[in-house]
């Protein structure tokens, strides 16, 4: 009778794994949406550090002008 050890086996897995599946979708939908509305964005214009005589844009942690060599702030 293994085979219906393995029907009842089944049977109780399956609606199990559907289950837990569903449950993760949901918990990565739900992350993905927390992390659009209260993540940063990943461009803010007041961060960028541009150069004042060259006007070059520079990495948000350069502290000077990679073409000019201006201190930035
Ligand atoms: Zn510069």
Redesign the pocket.
Known sequence: MLWSNEGVDMSVAGPTIITIILLVGLVIVAAVLIGRTTGPPSRRPERVCR?A????V?PPNARF??????KLD
């Open positions: 150069a005589d060259c006007g070059t520079n002008c990679g073409r000019c060599g201006q």
